[in-house]
């Protein structure tokens, strides 16, 4: 521990321990190092450095990323925050130059941009892992493609689908979601530094050039608004709890099949564990979890948007528990995905299981309906007939031994033949064979886009560890 009078003054207080922030953005070490790389190359072109101070001050900058990579930095709590250790340590390393570290700069656009950089990290790490989870739930759309399986509504048994289409019916959810995320990344493309405190400086700056060299698409516009915006990290987290909701339907489909009651899914390893107490046990945990951890991430979304309300502008010292829950976030989510990712691709549905269930007479009552409205009689006449076919116990099997209703081929109403009904559920986006074969073609044509997107975006993620280890220039 440093005496306390050898710390800078403003990191002061008896209070430090509550003020300290360094727990959480420490995190955020090299996206600091590396604004602050660009932040002194820019002081320098503009004079505010000389070019022996440059030199000495980006090769103190990349030693602290050397120290804090092989766990050699001395964190200290007293210094309240990432920032202030980096500059302090700075310091030690160069001498009174590293003072010339902050010129024109507050720790108020300098927190604000370490932000966005790890934002871009973060989306960059879900991404790919939603993208592996995307691929999974393609092959096994792929392979259950023309398997018949009871689709549902109100979880009863509703109408025809297959397992390819069910599987798909995720896909596109995760799909929306991944969108989403690029989508966060590109809104977010701005620099907020050279916003200073909250009024920018009366000293020559080029935020322009700190933006270029980041790979921002520009910086802000409004000093005020650059220090105070968090809409990128609600935006984030919105994303992220909406990911976690879709995670935690895919996990409760798969805790409901993988039942006795259900029995669609055969058991797999990669599921669960057993029960401490009952030996027949094997719970499907990891489904449960993956729908469990839903209820956090949802909590970060609301714990931000409540920290952000009401605030006046610019800056205020509230802003700094914004960073907890987006890591709480982004590590849940990263948890659940590569769960998921081992799950999914272990799952097989027993052919018997679901031979019986899809072989169910009560999926075909709109077919039957349908095939009525095709000779001409309106729907809600033929609704009522089937109604009333179905309601009657010995209705149904009276009408399978004859003709099912007026004017209808008994080959129509066959609930031994699911696949002849599936065939005939081509309309567009349903789970006939043709249209989940057109589906699947679009899917794998949009996650090869996806995984385009994803590579221009490791790119610019890869900035970060570019400016912290290119040699001395
Ligand atoms: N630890 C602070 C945060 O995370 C950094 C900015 C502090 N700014 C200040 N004026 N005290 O928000």
């Known amino acids: 521990m440093s005496d306390p009078s050898s710390l800078p003054s403003f990191v002061r207080s008896p209070q430090v321990d509550f003020l300290s922030s360094l727990a959480v953005d ?11 790389v660009a932040h002194v190359e820019m002081l320098a072109r503009v004079g505010l450095l000389s070019s022996a101070e440059e030199t000495s001050l980006l090769a103190g900058l990349r030693t602290i990323h050397g120290e804090i990579e092989h766990g050699r930095f001395r964190w200290q709590e007293a210094l309240e925050d990432v920032h202030t250790n980096i500059e302090h340590r700075l310091t030690e390393l160069v001498g009174p130059a590293g003072g010339k570290l902050h010129t024109a700069r507050s720790r108020n656009d ?17 991404a790919h892992a939603l993208l592996e989870l995307e691929g999974a739930l393609l092959s096994q759309a792929r392979a259950g493609a023309a398997t018949p399986m009871p689709g549902y509504t109100h979880l009863q048994r509703a109408q025809l689908v297959t397992v390819g289409h069910w ?7 995760f799909d929306r979601d991944l969108d989403r995320l690029f989508a966060t990344v590109d809104r977010s493309d701005v620099s907020p530094l050279g916003a200073g405190a909250l009024a920018g400086s009366t000293l020559p700056i080029d935020p322009q050039y700190v933006a270029n060299r980041l790979g921002f698409a520009r910086p802000f516009e409004n000093s005020i608004d650059a220090v105070s915006d968090r809409d990128p990290l609600v935006e984030l987290l919105f994303d992220l709890a909406l990911l976690a909701v879709h995670a935690s339907a895919l996990g409760e489909e798969i805790v409901l099949f993988a039942s006795k009651e259900f029995g669609f899914l055969l058991r797999s390893p990669e599921l669960g564990s057993g029960s401490s107490l009952m030996p027949q046990k094997r719970n499907p945990d990891v489904a449960e979890l993956a729908r469990g951890k839903a209820g956090r991430a949802v909590g970060d979304l609301a714990s931000l948007l409540v920290t952000l309300k009401g605030l006046p502008l610019s800056y205020d010292r509230d802003l700094q528990e914004d960073k907890a829950p987006v890591l709480d976030s982004v590590a849940t989510l990263s948890a659940v995905l590569s769960a998921l990712l081992r799950v999914v691709p272990s799952l097989a549905f027993d052919p018997v299981r679901l031979r019986s269930a899809s072989e169910d007479a009560d999926l075909l009552a709109t077919d039957l309906a349908e095939a009525q409205v095709a000779h001409g009689v309106p729907f809600r006449e033929a609704h009522e007939a089937v109604a009333a076919l179905y309601a009657d116990p010995e209705g149904l099997p009276r009408a399978l031994a004859h003709t099912p209703a007026a004017g209808v081929d008994p080959k129509v109403f066959a609930p031994s033949d699911p696949v002849a009904s599936l065939s005939r559920r081509a309309s567009w986006g349903g789970p006939s064979p043709a249209q989940v074969a057109r589906q699947l073609a679009l899917a794998e044509d949009r996650l090869s886009r996806r995984r385009s997107s994803l590579s221009s975006l490791d790119r610019k993620v890869g900035l970060v560890e570019e400016l912290l280890t290119e040699g001395p220039k």
């Open 110 to 126: 300098q927190v604000a941009l370490d932000e966005r950089l790890y934002l871009r990290e973060a989306v960059a790490q879900v």
């Open 167 to 173: 599987w798909l019916a995720h896909f596109w959810r």
């Open 26 to 36: 420490r995190t955020l070490a090299k996206h600091d190092l590396a604004g602050s």
